[in-house]
């Protein structure tokens, strides 16, 4: 599976646009891109998938372009709450490789007042 | 819907000991997953269960069993407990048709190994 590549931290201020970069520059034809978003002692959550061009959901948006080797995770006008870790994930379909995610070190977002 | 439920939220252990951890899927949802979360290796996969039997499996050693039941509830298992084995264990639940669905996962069970 692509090896995905993201900052190891980033931060933010309240009512910020916060835009994630990932890169996967060995995604497969079958791979899709999942970003999950993690609180502390919590579980990961399910943000948003894609596959190429522009997903929009009513938590974010994720922008893959063309050759589709990154893609950037846009969280609009984030709050306090929105500081968490967010992992960008690269999922094959139809390898029979089944309920396994790969995640990665994920981005730690902070939000400042 | 009710989400993922994972039993019990905290358990403290001593070496050698085993341990029991328990997850109930989303109802409808008939593949679980289970990942192990600690700092120093982040997350890593476990094992997955569909339909009672194991599909796939990371690579953690024997130690670390599962299964599932007949109404999609999975258990976890760890025997011989070390003190590494101290970590996040969470549970994640999907439809199952294949490995295109969604996971969801449960808060997780804090495991603290004395």
């Known amino acids: 599976l692509a090896k995905t590549t993201q900052p190891i931290s980033m931060d933010s201020y309240e009512g910020q646009e916060v835009n994630i970069t990932c890169s996967h520059n060995?995604?497969?034809?079958?791979?899709?891109i999942t970003w999950y978003q993690q609180f502390p002692s919590q579980g990961p959550r399910f943000i948003i998938q894609?596959?190429?061009t522009k997903v929009t959901n009513e938590v974010a948006s994720l922008f893959i372009p063309a050759d589709r080797k990154s893609s950037t995770l846009s969280l609009p006008r984030v709050s306090l709450s929105d500081t968490a870790v967010y992992y960008c994930?690269?999922?094959?379909?139809?390898?029979?490789?089944?309920?396994?995610?790969?995640f990665g070190q994920g981005t730690t977002l902070q939000v400042k007042p | 819907k009710a989400g993922v439920t994972q039993t019990p939220r905290y358990l403290i252990k001593t070496r050698g000991q085993q341990v029991t951890l328990s997850c109930s899927p989303i109802?409808?949802?008939?593949?679980v997953s289970w990942y192990q979360q600690t700092p120093g290796q982040g997350l890593q996969f476990l094992f997955e269960?569909?339909?009672?039997?194991?599909?796939n499996k990371g690579n953690f050693p024997g130690r670390f069993s599962g299964r599932q039941f007949s109404n999609s509830r999975s258990e976890m298992n760890v025997s011989t407990l070390e003190l590494g084995d101290s970590a996040l264990y969470l549970c994640?639940?999907?439809?199952?048709?294949?490995?295109?669905?969604?996971?969801?996962f449960g808060p997780g069970t804090r495991l603290t190994v004395l």
């Open positions: 994930l690269v999922e094959r379909r139809g390898s029979g490789n089944t309920g396994k995610l790969i």
């Open positions: 894609g596959y190429k």
């Open positions: 269960y569909f339909s009672e039997t194991q599909r």
């Open positions: 109802s409808g949802h008939r593949s």
């Open positions: 060995n995604i497969a034809t079958n791979d899709y």
């Open positions: 994640a639940s999907a439809l199952g048709g294949g490995n295109t669905d969604t996971q969801y």
